[in-house]
């Protein structure tokens, strides 16, 4: 098979797709009552590495194009929103009586990129992908795009510097106050863009390489020789780890996700359909099993849903809901909407 072929936008790669549904899982047994162990906070740091790795891989031929930002941002919107509105609208009408006042309701409705407290928990990391989604398609403008995405990374780059730097000028005061505005409240400039950043740098090396199993042992040699220095500082995938570490942790999981596209791209790992519709059960998993589990709570006693055998049938509803969610509200509506995008 041909490189250029190989490269197309279109194409799914199996392995980081079976790694979306892994991760997915990971998030999703993490809030089980009995089964919680799961190192969820992993599961959220690959999605927000494939997220760049997919989004420089899908649409690099986007760049400098007038429409490349709105083609970009309708299917973002298709990807996202009608699952997440239809999993949203019963939680708010369960939660209907202690709503906060509409602008917050607004909040909850548009993902919009800051901090809210969301009634359905995973939504937090929607917003962080929201904010990046904002900027990436600003990124494909053309003439200033490129100058864009360069302010912006540097911007998130400057978050690196070790604030004994700061005090070598007497600025360490407004430098502490300066990480704490934009580390933690600000979507935009913020340490998990690093995890965006280092995705995007992965897909970038691969549409710019040849296919070579030489390069896709080196990709997965250094990607893992990172992620193993790094995971024992964030517990094994327990906590998020400190700016530097996070960055180093971040090319770890871009180096991996590199390597096993290569080695798909050089024909050596071989996936078919079925690694895509795995995939594609990520995104309903991740959004659907927080309003189950709701479900569960207020319809189960306590001591049951403390029962490992309730859980395990629990989690067998929840993946069959997602299975549902995914071939029969999902895929059709997205394929509607891009349609209805097209023919406009």
Known sequence: MKAAALRAPGRRLGSLELGRLVAASLVMISHLVSLSAAPGPLGVQYFFVLSGFVMITAHHGDFGHARGPFKFWWRRICRIYPLYWLMLLPVMFYYYHGLAPAGTNWALFSLAPHVVND??????????????????????????GRVILAGWVLSVLWLLVPIRVFRLFHIHRYNIMFLHAVGLNNHFISVFELYFFAGLLGGWLLI???????????????????????????????????PLNLAVLALGYAGVMFGLAMLEHCGILRLGKWAARAGAVSYPLYISHSPLLLAADTLLPAHWRANILVEGVLLLLIYALAIWLTFNVDRPLQRLLRRGYKNA
Do not use: N
């Open 119 to 144: 009634l359905i928990p995973p939504a937090w990391t929607l917003r962080y992908e929201v904010a990046f989604y904002i900027m990436f398609g600003l990124c494909l403008l053309p003439f200033i």
């Open 208 to 242: 710019k390489s040849r296919p070579s199993i030489m390069l896709a042992l080196a990709g997965l040699l250094i990607g893992g020789v990172l992620m193993f220095m790094k995971l024992g500082v964030t517990q094994w995938g327990y906590v998020y780890p400190g």
